[in-house]
């Protein structure tokens, strides 16, 4: 079974950018789902879209459960699965973590977008929004946030 | 070799959206391909961008092959080989299929848009948009359609 | 640490479009940045998106490191490594590397998006955006390059 609901229209009035800069410490997931929200309130966003793009090619962008901190501690178990260290890589000059970070960013991207309703982000009850840092030394990491859509 | 086509232009004027709502059971993709042309007939689009965006974390999208069914079941296939079940997952109280699901879903992702020339979607000969499906209980899935661009 | 630039806004007042065609000859990472400068210079792009989407379900799309061509050659092994050939793929009528490829063009994706500044591409310092060839023969690519925004 499926269905479409009734269909909403707006007109495009803004597009609206901001760099939001995170400081990271080792691999792990960081949630930006607040800072999104900050974003959209701060630009006067209505209906729309928020695009999210990183910046970097060691780190990288996915949306994911927020209610259980064990998925996030178990998707980068995962990752380093897919991208072990140790299998022989021949670029190797930046350190044995930086090119299974280059793979990790390649699998999960660096670029998505989110619906925005009334300048509220359309997730479902368990996404949040997130930054993967696959680096092991500390970084910073920009993070760039535009919303195309109606004015509030 | 490589060649750029001529460029055309359009001016945005309609931000559209609707929500599908599809009933799964158990693994597999899905096609949703003719419910995204049927959101871009009723919304009047012209040319633009389709896109879609997933509100759930153990489901995901993708663009593939619509020709032979045996694609679509490798492709599940190979999922479960890079997320297997018994992987010992920390996070493991909602079931076996669940930690996996999370995996598969970060790897293949939740948003993807595709171009729109005069309503309808720019996709090549053998590509279809696909819900991909990696729980086994039944349910209820969300995908929000949205269209950016001229109206027709 | 973490830390929200101000916002800049501007207007919406165009989409262009246009298709770039690349010819491929085998497996590798083909760096399409420059093209993607191009269109945006030949469509008089302000501040936008640039969306780039790809029509095959045999190749994808990747923004990777553009300094050390070793990295490149390694995102194309740990693909190797994450969908081998010789692994029982009940599609395998058009060659044996046809189902692997697909399988790596649902890990890679065929849709991104960059914003641009000005009608410059907003990358990190060591970003260039990619097309993936898994095929081992020829094939002649198409690429659906987009932009949103602002006119310069």
């Known amino acids: 079974m499926r269905s479409l609901s009734t269909i909403s229209r707006a007109v495009p009035q803004?597009?609206?950018r901001a760099t939001l800069r995170v400081d990271t410490d080792g691999p792990g997931l960081?949630?930006?789902?607040a800072d999104a929200a900050e974003f959209l309130r701060k630009s006067g966003a209505g209906d729309g879209v928020l695009l999210v793009f990183l910046r970097h090619t060691s780190a990288s962008l996915t949306i994911q459960e927020n209610a259980d901190p064990d998925v996030q501690r178990d998707l980068v178990?995962?990752?380093q699965r897919?991208?072990?260290e140790d299998a022989g890589w021949v670029h190797d000059t930046e350190g044995p973590d930086d090119?299974?970070?280059h793979v990790k960013a390649m699998l999960t991207g660096v670029s998505l977008h989110i619906p925005v309703e009334a300048g509220r982000l359309v997730l479902g009850?368990?996404?949040g929004v997130y930054l993967i840092e696959h680096r092991r030394q500390?970084?910073?990491?920009?993070?760039?946030?535009?919303?195309?859509?109606a004015s509030r």
């Not at 960081?30 to 789902?33: G, K, M, S, Y």
């Open 77 to 79: 178990t995962a990752l």
């Open 82 to 84: 897919l991208a072990p």
């Open 30 to 33: 960081i949630e930006i789902t």
């Open 138 to 149: 500390p970084h910073a990491r920009e993070v760039v946030f535009q919303f195309l859509g």
């Open 14 to 16: 803004l597009i609206a």
């Open 99 to 101: 090119m299974p970070a």
């Open 125 to 127: 009850t368990w996404q």
